[in-house]
């Protein structure tokens, strides 16, 4: 049974920094996306980052317009935990981001996610 285990939320203030964890249990990534969604109150849940894996060492990566320059997305040496790290932070960066895995890829997009995190609150304040 797959289990995704966010943390690494909390609070900053504009400009400054957090990194993400999601701790993949039982998942097998070769083959399929992960990806970081977030949701804000009263808004509609949003794309943050994708990742396809091809391989192992190789994949493909997207990032929504307004993180790119800002978010990266990185991976433990054992290849059971990604991370997003999350710099340059904008009160507008505030929400509640979830990890997701077992995604499809459908050209350079990646869609029709299977497993889903519990979230962790970002607050950026001003």
């Known amino acids: 049974q797959v289990q995704l285990v966010e943390s690494g939320g909390g609070s900053v203030q504009t400009g400054g920094s957090l990194r993400l964890s999601c701790a993949a249990a039982g998942y097998t990534y070769v083959g399929y996306c992960m990806g970081w969604f977030r949701q804000a109150p009263g808004k509609e849940r949003e794309e943050v980052s994708t990742i396809y894996f091809f391989t192992r060492d190789t994949h493909f990566a997207n990032f929504a317009d307004p993180v790119k320059g800002r978010f990266t997305l990185a991976q433990d040496r054992a290849k059971t935990t990604l991370y997003l790290d999350m710099s340059s932070l904008k009160p507008e960066d505030t929400a509640m981001y979830f990890c997701?895995?077992?995604?499809?890829?459908?050209?350079?997009?990646?869609?029709?996610?299977?497993?889903w995190g519990q979230g962790t609150q970002v607050t950026v304040s001003t």
């Open positions: 997701a895995a077992g995604g499809r890829k459908y050209g350079s997009r990646c869609t029709d996610f299977t497993y």
